[in-house]
């Protein structure tokens, strides 16, 4: 049998990015490809790229630029560049970097094969197609069933419609497009079968998921958890990431009553001032989603949330600022993601007056500092508690297994290795700065 080609991928930006590099490893699989971590053994490098913020395309060139020694030594080596950079870049990449053989959007991955094909046959391959099969359907795995880790994402949905004014997602993912309930559900027992117990749904705007549903109807989010939720050996359920605008009634419903949903969302505001929203084009304000976060934890009081927040938007002045630290302070975030806001071409804010960079770092610096406040006050809530703790690794102790609780938390615990990949009971007796420690009460 001829020795397998090695395939590196790395993988930068969201966990969309992480889900769509398992699925291309595992697709390059049926090419006689198996995974490497080393680029020097590679006969194939891809680099999975994010658009999101910063000079994303020119970080993807110079790391390019340092492929050059391996492809002098190794002429055979294939190098290609996937993701939202390859989307928004297309042909552009190949001009400014001849040794790129291969160029491929997001919705174009089950043409994958092919196209290292080609590359093999010495041409250049680009496909920045937005075709409207189901690219997951024909991404499946075509080698022998691998065992897997206890947690899986699963891409339910893809693309945006709400063109926020900062934002590169609706032009590089395309338009939403949710993928149908049997297929996603047939994803998930595979994935069960394999040992996964945790399934995180993912979407770029993934509340907006309208699938059709196995009874030929429509079905929302809340349908396809429910439906979900009734998998033997599925244990907890999650998604990510959600706009407030498309948290519908049946969606807060489930956070009360679906044992298997997570109490853990992460609900993006971006800022606390209306102004600034309405300049973002976010289509909601600050009270919509003070009221919207009410009927949440209504439904869910031990909810923990999570968000993203931008500062130094375009126009954004000291008052609106404020305004974002005190929609912080009245939430209570239990974990963020806070970004300086980041000129991305081709989107409306791109054009508006630019803040000062001085400006967002001194911004950037006391959200941040306000956020870890209030990530070190819940966490240290949680002492005394008793959770649930999916085991995922060995710590770096001794005994030591880490895993996840139910509200996203990493949690230390000195536990039997058997238990790696179950749900044991734990009381938390201890905070550190981005983990909890915990003793084992059952297994
Ligand atoms: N600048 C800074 N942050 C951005 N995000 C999206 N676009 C930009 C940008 N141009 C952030 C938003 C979004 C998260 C995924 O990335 O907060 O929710
Ligand atoms: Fe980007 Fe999210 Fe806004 Fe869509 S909803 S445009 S993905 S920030």
Redesign the pocket.
Known sequence: MAEPKKLFIKTYGCQMNVYDSERMAEAMGGSGYVTTDSPEDADMILLNTCHIREKAAEKVYSELGRFKGLKAEKPDLKIGVAGCVAQAEGEEIMRRQPLVDLVVGPQSYHRLPQMEAKTRAGEKALDTDFPEEDKFEKLKSRGPAAKRGPTAFLTVQEG?????A?????YT?GAEVSRPADRVLAEARELVSRGVREITLLG??VNAYHGEGADGRDWGLARLIRELAEVDGLDRIRYT?S?PNDMEDDLIKAHGDCPKLMPYLHL?V?SGSDRILKRMN?SHTADSYLRLIDRIREARPDILLSG?FIVGFPEETDDDFEATLRLVEQVRYGQCYSFKYSTRPGTPAAERAQLPESVKDERLQRLQALLNQQQAEIQAEMVGREVGVLFEKKGRLPGQLVGKSDHLHAVHVIAPEALLGQIGRVRITGSASHSLAGELIAG
Do not use: I
């Not at 945006?160 to 926020?164: E, L, V």
């Open positions: 945006c419609d709400k063109f926020c900062f934002c590169v997602v609706p993912r770029q705007n990431t706009h993006p971006q976010r993203d």
